[in-house]
């Protein structure tokens, strides 16, 4: 009977060194997500963490192998967010796709999203947040042109995530950079995820009613993150506030008139009605001081234009214009080129109308000398032209 006691106050002990050690050990084979319930990858389903038991056997019995662990891994990046939303639970299911690897499905509580966009952590960030406003406040996430540009807000103003695609929102998200064609938009390295298999069409801007707005998405989002990084501690708070709970965001409407004058107005209608939702006192004040940082006016003023449109050296005269453009940060250079206008330093491709452009000094390159009816018709204080057909060894735009 002793030697009973004794073999029992031993296993005992042993079971209880075992549940400690089970309790203790981090768990690596569930989510640790504040938002994701589980994540399905091909045949294998990973549970929340909070839905395991820590004595559960299921990691010996059945183990995931490490790459799709890893995958799993790349999806646990919201945690920032359980500051704004505190008693969100674990309610968005995630399918990653290996099949289709650029594919995005969100729908009301679940994402089908491609291996491929795994990849690239902002746009991981991007299809997370989107599929949790979703979720949590459908009603005001309808649209997804209200969702995405709430998202990139979110992007900004909780997670500081400042740099996309190599391009900074602070210096390279200008309204002269944006392109509100929604093909010039399909170009643009702020596109989101969600206009992958729209913008592989012949003819993008036929998929949505709002096409001709999607290229001032970026610029709506920053000029709402402009103001609340700008706002008092009081008015952010109320912000967020109204985030959190869900306040009714008013629909942002489409922009009918695609001229520049029209573009202007819509930019500061819909930004007033956004600020107004969020509780944002003087909104006047807080959209003129945005409008002056991102350049919103009409028409577009630049430095520099320059048309390359004549001369077979244009592709080393661009590369020329973007290294001194790099250097001469603060100028706005619009280059005009055969395969389109490259707005620099940013590099990004934009289309304006030559009406909606204005430049303080206007240059033509030229190997033989067009006809005035084929050149760039700019209005501008300066005009100068230059003969180039063979290699550029000068710099003599300055």
Same mark, same amino acid.
């Given at each position: ?37 589980? $994540? ?23 183990? $995931? ?11 646990? $990046? ?134 001709? $707005? ?185």
């Amino acid at each position: 009977m002793e030697l009973t006691l004794h073999g029992l106050t031993i296993f005992s002990f042993v079971l209880m060194c075992w549940v400690v050690h089970r309790t203790l050990l981090p768990r690596a084979q569930c989510v640790n997500s504040s938002f994701v319930s589980f $994540v399905q990858i091909g045949s294998t389903r990973i549970d929340n963490c909070l839905y395991e038991s820590r004595l559960s056997l299921n990691s010996w019995l059945h183990p $995931v192998p490490a790459e799709t662990m890893r995958l799993v891994r790349r999806l646990e $990046v919201l945690e920032p967010l359980t500051a704004l939303f505190p008693e969100t639970r674990p309610r968005v299911a995630v399918e990653v796709r290996q099949d289709e690897l650029r594919m995005f499905e969100i729908g009301r509580g679940f994402i089908r999203l491609g291996q491929e966009w795994l990849k690239e952590p902002l746009q991981t960030q991007r299809a997370l947040i989107m599929g949790l406003l979703k979720r949590d406040q459908p009603q005001n996430y309808s649209e997804p042109f209200q969702l995405e540009v709430m998202t990139d807000f979110l992007l900004m103003s909780v997670l500081s995530e400042y740099n996309w695609q190599d391009h900074s929102v602070r210096d390279d998200i200008k309204f002269s950079t944006s392109a509100p064609a929604f093909v010039n938009y399909c170009k643009s390295p702020f596109r989101s995820l969600a206009h992958y298999e729209s913008c592989a069409l012949e003819r993008p801007d036929s998929v949505d009613l709002q096409a001709n $707005v999607w290229g001032l998405r970026p610029l709506l989002a920053v000029a709402l993150w402009r103001v609340f990084d700008q706002a008092t501690v009081a008015e952010k708070f109320k912000a967020m506030q109204a985030i959190r709970f869900g306040h009714p965001l008013p629909p942002i409407a489409a922009l009918h008139e695609s001229s520049l004058a029209k573009t202007v107005t819509w930019m500061h209608d819909t930004l007033d009605e956004q600020l107004r939702a969020l509780h944002f006192q003087s909104t006047e004040d807080a959209i003129r001081r945005a409008f002056k940082e991102l350049e919103i006016e009409a028409p577009t003023h630049w430095e520099l234009t320059v048309d390359l449109t004549n001369t077979p050296a244009w592709k080393e005269i661009l590369k020329q214009f973007t290294t001194w453009s790099r250097i001469r940060h603060g100028e706005r250079t619009l280059v005009f080129t055969p395969e389109g206008a490259v707005a620099l330093p940013s590099g990004l491709p934009v289309a304006w109308e030559t009406s909606e452009i204005q430049s303080q000094k206007h240059i033509l390159i030229a190997c033989e000398w067009p006809k005035p009816e084929e050149t760039i018709l700019i209005t501008a204080r300066h005009f100068f032209a230059r003969q180039s057909c063979a290699k550029v060894d000068e710099v003599f735009w300055n």
